[in-house]
């Protein structure tokens, strides 16, 4: 397992944006894939977004698409998700992942919550 750390979560109102981060700490990262997924309160945790280290390749669930974006940075180990026109449904505990991600999971941050208000 490797170290994740996030930050940038918060609350802000519908419409507005966040940036979150999340940062893979410790030995030189070899990870498959990083991705994001949150959970909202009372329900299972969910696929938001991932990214292929190697070439790049992103995908994302139906539910962010056109608003969510993930991207990384090699020099840093860092994989980014910036969020824009969030909605209120978008409230969640959001967690960094490490792995073959969505399916094979190897690291898990710590959460980070978001909170969207109408």
């Known amino acids: 397992q490797v170290p994740l750390v996030e930050s940038g979560g918060g609350l802000v109102q519908a419409g507005g944006s966040l940036r979150l981060s999340c940062a893979a700490s410790g030995r030189t990262f070899s990870s498959y894939g990083m991705g994001w997924f949150r959970q909202a309160p009372g329900k299972e945790r969910e696929f938001v977004a991932a990214?292929?280290?190697?070439?790049?390749?992103?995908y994302y669930a139906d539910s962010v698409k056109g608003r969510f974006t993930i991207s990384r940075d090699h020099s840093k180990n860092a994989v980014y998700l910036q969020m824009d026109n969030l909605r209120p449904e978008d409230t969640a505990i959001y967690f960094c992942?490490?792995?073959?991600?969505?399916?094979?999971?190897?690291?898990w941050g710590q959460g980070t919550p978001v909170t969207v208000s109408s």
């Open positions: 990214i292929r280290w190697s070439v790049g390749s992103t």
């Open positions: 992942a490490a792995g073959a991600v969505p399916t094979v999971i190897d690291s």
